[in-house]
């Protein structure tokens, strides 16, 4: 299994940035996936959730309405759309695959995002 | 919202055991995984549904919950153990610990 994100990078606050992740080694459509963040020396929040085919998702509070979670599994790939950016949203963003349904059984390296003026 | 809550830090002597514990309402009714991540790296799971073992963990870590409790032992903590180690729970969606360093010394 390999998880490759990518598209962070440094956006000012109320701009919009999109980021991916790119999955292969395993059967991409069936399974779920997460974005889980972490802020500089923090611990991990969880961000947003896809089921496989798509029809579900998932936002936590603190980006609900602000940020969108899709896929394109004939490309294998999840994306996170996040407008209206705030400082309190930097932070390295991880896509992370559903294991047995409870847990993330595998994580990407991880792509930066600076929200900064 | 719920909520799961770790210790900080915790110390620990080389091979001796290591005890952390996450507590939760009715945690011992919900699935708890638990994650290690060492500086820079990406987290890894290494505890799934209370107490098993991905491939490529090592059996000293080991994993059970009940009650409003959930705990994850490191059996003979080795200096390669010092990371943050989080808790996770399935409350409708993902929900993780604040986390607690392990140091080994």
């Known amino acids: 299994v390999q998880l490759l994100e990518s598209g962070g990078g440094l956006v000012q606050p109320g701009g919009s940035l999109r980021i991916s992740c790119g999955g292969s080694?395993?059967?991409?459509?069936?399974?779920?996936m997460s974005w889980v963040r972490q802020a500089p020396g923090k611990g991990l929040e969880w961000v947003s959730f896809i089921s496989g085919s798509g029809g579900s998702r998932y936002y936590a509070d603190s980006v609900r309405g602000r940020f969108t979670i899709s896929r394109d599994n004939s490309m294998n790939r999840i994306y996170l759309q996040m407008d209206s950016l705030r400082v309190d949203d930097t932070g390295i963003y991880y896509c992370a695959k559903d294991g047995s349904g409870y847990d993330l059984d595998s994580w990407g390296q991880g792509t930066l995002v600076t929200v900064s003026s | 919202s719920y909520d799961l809550t770790q210790p900080p830090s915790l110390s620990v002597s080389p091979g001796q055991t290591a005890s952390i514990a996450c507590s939760g309402n009715?945690?011992?009714?919900?699935?708890v995984s638990w994650y290690q991540q060492k500086p820079g790296q990406s987290p890894v799971l290494i505890i799934y549904q209370d107490h098993n073992r991905p491939s490529g963990i090592p059996e000293r870590f080991s994993g059970s919950n009940s009650g409003n409790t959930a705990t994850l032992t490191i059996g003979g903590a080795q200096a390669v153990d010092e990371a943050d180690y989080y808790c996770q729970a399935w409350d409708g969606r993902p929900v993780f610990g604040g986390g607690t360093k392990v140091t080994v010394l």
């Open positions: 009715k945690l011992g009714d919900k699935f």
């Open positions: 080694g395993f059967n991409f459509k069936t399974n779920a």
